[in-house]
């Protein structure tokens, strides 16, 4: 078995991980823990080690880099594309793997001690803080639902169609609902169009500290 590229799905205890030879073929497919990958790594020819920068990544991908495997960390945005529908641990690791691949792709070195200090924690907290706008957008969006069906309406699922759905009914004066339940359906469209503009500026924000990450820029990614 010749691993050219490993791809490491980080999780809390267990990782997912996979492995590819050079015809791109899935030669090792396993869940481990990280000293269990280490154990792996320490046995395998020099390769190409991929892994989203997130929490975890750069302690690991110091110890791998000493292990003389070249290290290749991508911002978790540049991955979300090529991961396959009904997401899980596996499927993150495959995505993993096939961003690697592509070319132009932007990485990441692993940072050392001080330059986390400098740069990781600043992106980190920019992911918590655009999970917890998107998990309260999630929830009123699901709450808008609830109220409406009560009512007996029902609407197409996915974000944008509820959305759109609402643009027009909100105004309409024969849309079947209370004047209080038509306020409250205005409120929340505003508290939710608030949301959409923090969790893009966030986007923004989190896109311009990649292209502009001069250890990324040295690399020419």
């Known amino acids: ?15 997912s991980v996979l492995g590819r030879d050079g015809k791109e073929t899935v030669v090792l497919r396993r869940r481990m823990r990280q000293e269990s990958i280490l154990a792996l790594t320490a046995t395998l020819p020099p390769c190409v080690v991929a892994m989203e920068a997130c929490c ?9 880099e000493a292990q003389g495997h070249t290290v ?9 594309p ?28 692993p940072g050392s001690g001080d330059q986390l200090d400098l740069r990781n924690p600043h992106r980190q907290t920019l992911h918590r803080v655009r999970s917890r706008l998107v998990g309260a957008r999630t929830a009123l969006i699901n709450q808008l639902r ?15 169609k509820l959305e759109q759905a609402l643009d027009g009914l909100a105004s309409d004066p024969a849309f079947a609902v209370s004047a209080r339940i038509r306020r409250l359906i205005i409120d929340a469209q505003a508290e939710w169009r608030a949301l959409d503009r923090r969790i893009a500026s966030l986007d923004e924000e989190l896109a311009e500290l990649a292209r502009n990450d001069p250890a990324a820029r040295r690399l020419g990614t």
């Open 146 to 160: 609830a109220i409406l069906l009560e009512r007996g309406h029902v609407f197409p699922q996915g974000r944008r």
């Open 56 to 64: 975890g990544a750069h302690h690991l991908g110091r110890l791998l």
């Open 82 to 109: 090529y991961v396959k529908a009904q997401k899980n641990d596996e499927r993150d690791a495959e995505g993993i793997a096939e961003a690697a691949s592509r070319p132009g792709m932007r990485f990441v070195p």
């Open 72 to 80: 290749r960390l991508m911002p978790p945005e540049y991955v979300r």
């Open 1 to 15: 078995m010749t691993i050219v590229l490993l791809a490491i799905d980080l999780g809390k205890a267990v990782n």
